[in-house]
T-cell receptor, first 114, second 113 residues
Framework: GDSVTQMEGPVTLSEEAFLTINCTYT??????LFWYVQYPGEGLQLLLK?????DKGSNKGFEATYRKETTSFHLEKGSVQVSDSAVYFC?????????????FGKGTRLSVIA | DAGVTQSPTHLIKTRGQQVTLRCSPK?????VSWYQQALGQGPQFIFQ???????QRGNFPDRFSGHQFPNYSSELNVNALLLGDSALYLC????????????FGPGTRLTVT
């Protein structure tokens, strides 16, 4: 079945460091790919998305590119801030539809220290 | 514009009891999905409601049931609670613009003792 694998955490970085969180997926067909962020005590917020191969999603300085050849959707940010500390989830939607149930990875906790 | 709201925020129940969680979707959204997020894990899909009917279901036992009302709000019911049902329960809504994806509420933290 469809699945998402993301790098184990926690990841601890100093402020202004470069961030990469790896995400790979297994799916039939052409899924949509998402990154969600969960701040302490809160629900999930959509960070960015990509719906087809070679699409780049971007938001708040974060970027991820849909790579069909490597089945990957790695999250990157050039300079992290303390306020970026959160848990990040990679997810896929098996069909390009907002109503298709999402399949999530286990999450990667990021801590940014000043 | 209010987003997805859920109630209650926290809940403590005893093993064997029954619980009802509530969700109001984002304005303009007609589809509600429920997810269970165990501690340290990613959310797992429970089921989805559209037009007051369960449309899709994940790998959860029949103890988990739901309902959607004409105003699109939804309830999640869990019977015969087990310790393993302790989790954050997330509601997500979506509407006609399928490309936007799902909006999540803040969740209900259920603790079963």
């Amino acid at each position: 079945g469809d699945s998402v694998t993301q790098m184990e955490g926690p990841v601890t970085l100093s402020e202004e460091a470069f961030l990469t969180i790896n995400c790979t997926y297994t799916a039939t067909g052409y899924p949509s790919l998402f990154w969600y962020v969960q701040y302490p005590g809160e629900g999930l917020q959509l960070l960015l998305k990509a719906t087809k191969a070679d699409d780049k999603g971007s938001n708040k300085g974060f970027e991820a590119t849909y790579r069909k050849e490597t089945t990957s959707f790695h999250l990157e940010k050039g300079s992290v801030q303390v306020s970026d500390s959160a848990v990040y989830f990679c997810a896929l939607s098996p069909r390009n539809s907002g109503n298709t149930p999402l399949v999530f990875g286990k999450g990667t906790r990021l801590s940014v220290i000043a | 514009d209010a987003g997805v709201t859920q109630s209650p925020t926290h809940l403590i129940k005893t093993r064997g009891q029954q619980v009802t969680l509530r969700c109001s979707p984002k304005s303009g959204h007609d589809t509600v999905s429920w997810y269970q997020q165990a501690l340290g894990q990613g959310p797992q899909f429970i089921f989805q409601y559209y037009e007051e009917e369960e449309r899709q279901r994940g790998n959860f036992p029949d103890r988990f049931s739901g309902h959607q009302f004409p105003n699109y709000s939804s309830e999640l019911n869990v019977n015969a609670l087990l310790l393993g049902d302790s989790a954050l329960y997330l509601c997500a809504s979506s509407g006609w613009d399928r490309s936007v994806g799902q909006y999540f509420g803040p969740g209900t933290r259920l603790t079963v003792t």
